[in-house]
């Protein structure tokens, strides 16, 4: 089974630009692997952000934006926000099986 | 706009089985796949298996084969999870998700003696 894998922790300062990615053991990260980015915070159900790559979700702000570069996906957030600390994962489809990352922990700082 | 809304919270015995039900509104059920996700205390999100309602066919990560079973009643629009022969580290929050990205609120099974 394939393995996605994230940053383990990042932090950003209020007002600053943060870049996530998410990366497949498999190889290259591309469309066909309809890429999903997800906030959670503690005791919350996850909240999609971002799917099929560069989708925003109803509700999610324009702040976030997803992408692919350099082979993975990524989720860029400008002009962090205090309640933008949260855990982030992305979610991989293999022919429709999901594979999820480790998640990353965001810190605002 | 899509809305899954999960059954209630569960404890059960270990070596007994739990059935946790999604039931899909604001768009046509045959049309949905869901998903089945779980999450651990203090861990992060595991995908279990889906369904494809319209064709009724689930397909499941090969960790949970052969003690997970997801079925879907098209007259309820309702998908279920069954996860037999629990044991303590299946204590978990569960949820269903659907392609598009929705989700249920999430049922805590607790398994426990």
């Known amino acids: 089974q394939a393995v996605v894998t994230q940053e383990p922790s990042l932090t950003v300062s209020p007002g600053g630009t943060v870049t996530f990615t998410c990366g497949s053991s498999t190889g290259t990260v591309t469309s066909g692997h309809y890429p999903y980015w997800f906030q959670q915070k503690p005791g919350q159900a996850p909240r999609t952000l971002i799917y099929d790559v560069a989708e925003r979700h109803s509700s999610t702000p324009a702040r976030f934006s997803g992408s692919l570069l350099g082979g993975k996906a990524a989720l860029t957030l400008s002009g962090a926000q205090p309640e933008d600390e949260a855990e982030y994962y992305c979610?991989?489809?293999?022919?429709?099986?999901?594979?999820f990352g480790g998640g990353t922990k965001l810190t605002v700082l | 706009q899509v809305q899954l809304v999960q059954s209630g919270a569960e404890v059960k015995k270990p070596g007994s089985s739990v059935k946790v039900s999604c039931k899909a509104s604001g768009g046509s059920f045959t049309s949905y796949t869901i998903n089945w996700v779980r999450q651990a205390p203090g861990q992060g999100l595991e995908w279990m298996g889906r369904i494809i309602a319209i064709v009724d066919l689930p397909k499941y990560a090969p960790k949970f084969q052969g003690r997970v079973a997801i079925t879907a009643d098209k007259s309820r629009s309702t998908v279920y999870l069954e996860l037999t022969r629990l044991r303590s580290d299946d204590t978990a929050v569960y949820y269903c998700?659907?392609?598009?990205?929705?989700w249920g609120q999430g049922t805590l099974v607790t398994a426990s003696s």
């Open positions: 998700a659907s392609e598009g990205g929705y």
């Open positions: 979610l991989l489809s293999y022919n429709g099986d999901w594979v």
